[in-house]
């Protein structure tokens, strides 16, 4: 049976399951950029609508002096459609025609902020494949549970060196309710076979810890 040691007490733990934004990679450096490339693509089809912009970061999750993601905002939150959605109702109340919002939204805001990361746009929080090896060689199994989509998600696996260090995942556009619903941490332990009891949930967000406490996990770490 593996242990833990959490805040200085030895805990039975089995499943170890990270978010992976703001928990292995810098939030930041990888969600602003993507978010900027993509309310630019939709300005280009609006550049004559004053304000547009700023309403779209404030909306989404963008404070527009630093560029910094705001922590429970949409961008930090949500699924990746529900940004389309956010998108396609700030156009709309700008005077943009329902049907015309979404395909705008479905043409050049999804195709930028669905886009798999590159290597620029990744940086790991600390030694993470160090640490997750670790964790597998003492016994851990390793799960991610990520709003982010799975596509992008398989590649920033692979650009941290650790996808064969995660069995399961579970991510923003799979079957079933996202953060803060404990859906996901259900499904991976029926995945893993591993009792609630003895799974352990390590996120950044007060998201990730609802979730965890939803689904009545043994710990929760933030």
């Excluded at 970061?57 to 949500?78: C, N, Q, R, Y």
């Amino acid at each position: 049976m593996p242990l833990l040691s959490i805040a200085g007490t030895i805990r039975e733990i089995d499943l170890i399951v990270f978010d992976k934004d703001g928990t292995l990679v810098d939030f930041d450096l990888l969600w602003s950029g993507k978010l900027a490339t993509a309310v630019e693509a939709v300005l280009g089809r609006f550049a004559n609508i004053p304000r547009l912009r700023g309403c779209l970061h404030a909306t989404l999750g963008i404070e527009p002096d630093t560029m910094k993601v705001i922590p429970e905002s949409p961008l930090a939150v949500s699924t990746l459609a529900k940004l389309g959605m956010a998108t396609a109702v700030v156009l709309y109340q700008h005077g943009i025609a329902w049907h015309k919002a979404e395909k705008v939204v479905r043409d050049v805001f999804m195709p930028a902020i669905e886009a798999p990361p590159q290597a620029r746009d990744i940086m790991p929080l600390g030694n993470v494949s160090a640490r997750l090896e670790h964790l597998n060689e003492h016994g851990f199994q390793i799960a991610i549970f990520t709003s982010d989509d799975r596509t992008a998600t398989e590649a920033c696996l692979h650009l941290l060196g650790i996808t064969h260090l995660v069995q399961h995942m579970v991510c923003g556009d799979d079957a079933g309710a996202g953060k803060p619903s404990g859906d996901g941490l259900r499904r991976l332990g029926r995945d893993f076979g591993i009792a609630k009891e003895k799974t352990l949930m390590v996120g950044d967000s007060v998201t990730d810890m609802m979730a965890a406490k939803e689904a009545g996990v043994g710990w929760r770490a933030a």
